[in-house]
Nanobody, 124 residues
Framework: QVQLVESGGGLVQAGGSLRLSCVLS????????MGWFRQAPGKERGFVAA????????NYADPVKGRFTISRDNDKSTVYLQMTSLNAEDTAVYYC?????????????????WGQGTQVTVSS
């Protein structure tokens, strides 16, 4: 059974940085395209970034382009989201997700496995 566990969230001042991690267990990470999504209070869960199995392709939502970087270490079964220049609009619960879709899709429904989420709060 595939499980995803996120970590690295917390409280940070505007302009600061955080790195989120997501560890996959129960299968081999290399089989999956991995994505990060986020959900702010009162809003729907939305796409942040995704990366394909060999890091050959990545996809970012417009609001995070140039500020966030997704990466993965298949040997460590871990996916990362490096977040810089954080602002209050980045405050949300961040979720890691896995899909067998080949390309780094932004479509939420294509992701089969989800983590429990980690809270990121940016103070202004």
């Amino acid at each position: 059974q595939v499980q995803l566990v996120e970590s690295g969230g917390g409280l940070v001042q505007a302009g600061g940085s955080l790195r989120l991690s997501c560890v996959l267990s129960g299968d081999t990470l290399i089989r999956y395209t991995m994505g990060w999504f986020r959900q702010a209070p009162g809003k729907e869960r939305g796409f942040v970034a995704a990366i394909n199995w060999n890091s050959g392709a990545a996809n970012y939502a417009d609001p995070v382009k140039g500020r966030f970087t997704i990466s993965r270490d298949n040997d460590k079964s871990t996916v990362y989201l490096q977040m810089t220049s954080l602002n209050a609009e980045d405050t949300a619960v961040y979720y890691c997700a896995a899909t067998t879709f080949i390309s780094p899709t932004s479509t939420l429904d294509r992701y089969r496995y989800w983590g429990q989420g980690t809270q990121v709060t940016v103070s202004s």
